[in-house]
């Protein structure tokens, strides 16, 4: 069974309670009989508006929405879930696109109507950020070194419209969603607080779209689209260990060839498929030597290696040093 909800209006008459904690700060809980949804919404300075969403349906959800002509950018980081969304009649923007965990986006959307598909029995928590481009011209420098688009939207606030993936979400950005998510302030210390993580996380996402145009440069093999498939890839992986797909599994996930997604590693990311796994693998495996007590063997078989005589054999030739001594080395 799918649901279908219109605007604003079909979700009001399902709204549970709404929540003003003080000026700046509200929550709203929409209470329905085929599940939840949850927006917290904090007003920060410089026309900053930092949303935290919760939503986990019972049944598929499609929800229908127009965005206004409000001149707001919006930067948006998937931490679980993701949903499909068709923008039909829109010329600038893809007609049917997805939204995944891990992933990050920034879209200029103003007037288009769009229809959200939300999956049944699935978590989906998402962070957004609403900014104007005139945050960038209150600092003092050259504009030279920012995206097209975004250099176009500061002359020309209608200038175009955009929904640009900016590929996966990356360590430091994941920690400050959290730190984000656990601010462990109030009142005036927390508005700061959420201010300075909200303008790193703007610095960042930029940052990567800049990084990313490079790579676009360097990559001439590869479409942008295929470009953005292999950072599904990449997402993919980081997801599934200790029992990452198979090479042949993982192409048709994201639909490339098995050669593509060979290839675009090498290129793209600076390791093969393998290699990156090794690495993911190797990282969680240090975390979980210097957090917690577990055996080496039971740390192998976490990161997803049967033999833990394999598994400090590889960590070695990594690092250097056995499991062991390297628990020893951080102190435990």
């Known amino acids: ?35 939840q949804s949850s927006f917290r919404w904090t007003f920060l300075r410089h026309n900053l508006e930092l949303v935290i969403c919760d939503n986990e349906f019972s049944e598929a ?74 945050l960038l011209s209150s600092f003092q420098s050259s504009f030279d070194q920012l995206p097209a688009l975004l250099k176009q939207l500061k002359e020309n606030p209608m200038k175009q419209r955009f929904h640009q993936p900016l590929g996966v979400t990356t360590p430091t950005m994941q920690l ?63 997801q599934t260990l200790p029992h990452p797909p198979s090479l042949l599994d993982l192409a048709n996930q994201v639909g490339l060839n098995d050669f593509k997604l060979k ?11 393998l290699g990156y796994v090794l690495s993911l693998r190797l990282e969680q495996a240090k975390q979980l030597l210097i957090n917690t007590n577990l055996t080496i063997a039971e740390i192998a078989y976490q990161v997803g290696y049967e033999s833990s005589s394999h598994f400090g054999y590889l960590f070695k030739r990594q690092l250097g040093m056995t499991p062991r001594n390297y628990r020893k080395y951080k102190g435990l």
């Not at 959200?116 to 699935?122: L, P, V, Y």
């Not at 400050?176 to 462990?184: A, D, G, M």
């Open 61 to 134: 959800v499609i929800f229908e929405q127009r965005h206004d002509t409000s001149p707001f950018l919006t930067s948006k980081f998937y931490l679980s879930g993701g949903v499909r969304t068709i923008t039909p009649n829109v010329l600038e923007v893809n007609d049917d696109y997805e939204e995944v965990a891990s992933y990050n986006y920034l879209f200029f959307l103003p007037d288009i109507r769009e229809f959200e598909h939300f999956t049944a029995n699935q978590h989906d928590q998402n962070i957004k950020i609403y900014w104007n481009a005139d």
């Open 176 to 238: 400050l969603l959290r730190q984000i998510l656990q601010c462990p302030f109030q009142e005036t210390l927390r508005q700061m607080y959420l201010e300075a993580k909200v303008l790193e996380l703007l610095v960042l996402q930029i940052a990567q779209w800049g990084e990313n145009n490079q790579v676009l440069q360097r990559s001439l093999f590869f479409r942008p689209d295929e470009i953005e498939r292999l950072h599904h890839a990449k997402a993919i992986l980081n």
């Open 1 to 35: 069974m799918t649901i279908r909800l219109t605007g604003t209006e079909d979700f009001g008459e399902f709204c549970e309670d709404v929540q003003l904690f003080n000026d700046y700060e509200g929550k709203s809980q929409l209470s329905t009989w085929f599940g």
């Open 263 to 273: 290839r675009g590693f090498r290129e793209v990311f600076g390791t093969t498929v």
